[in-house]
């Protein structure tokens, strides 16, 4: 079973934190909180929760890097050592395709990557097309985090 964890930027510092997510507890307050949980015997308290700022919000994805490190939503993660192949982390619908014919042939709903079109070659049938992201994929393009859509709007903002 996959670890469920969250992180978020904190609002008093901009610093992430990762942990569990709570939002306030009050009508209509948009408030969200990252942080522990203490599991007693018979109760669960809240402690150590910050205020994060609600769109940076990012899900674990279960899955780590060559390099052992977490895999979050929206990380830009690296392929092959190339810095000009690049993809985004992504939760969310796409479609599988007819591998001889490049048709869209189903839905799905999951964890996937998107390519960042940094190069020609990124902007060409099959490459373009959005990928499962599974460990067998992760070490297939030993890829690797180089930062996140936050943290490195450039390496987005970059494409052609």
């Keep these: 079973m996959r670890e469920i964890l969250f992180k978020g930027k904190k609002k008093d510092n901009g610093e992430w934190i990762e942990g569990y997510l709570m939002d306030g507890g009050m009508p209509g307050e948009k408030r969200i909180f990252i942080g522990k949980l203490v599991i007693g015997k018979w109760t669960v308290m809240a402690d150590e929760f910050d205020e994060v700022?609600?769109?940076?919000i990012c899900e674990y994805t279960g899955?780590?890097?060559k390099n052992g490190k977490k895999i979050w939503e929206n990380d830009i993660l690296?392929?092959?050592g190339n810095s000009e192949d690049l993809v985004k982390t992504v939760?969310?619908?796409?479609g599988v395709r007819n591998i001889e014919t490049g048709s869209i042939v189903d839905k799905v709903v999951g964890w996937h990557y998107e390519i960042i079109p940094t190069d020609t070659i990124s902007r060409c049938e099959p490459f373009c097309y959005s990928m499962p992201l599974t460990k067998d994929?992760?070490?297939r393009c030993e890829m690797e985090v180089v930062g996140s859509i936050f943290d490195n709007p450039e390496l987005v903002q970059g494409s052609l």
């Design 53 to 56: 700022d609600p769109d940076t």
């Design 137 to 139: 994929y992760i070490d």
């Design 78 to 80: 690296m392929c092959h």
């Design 91 to 94: 939760f969310g619908e796409f």
């Design 63 to 65: 899955l780590t890097d």
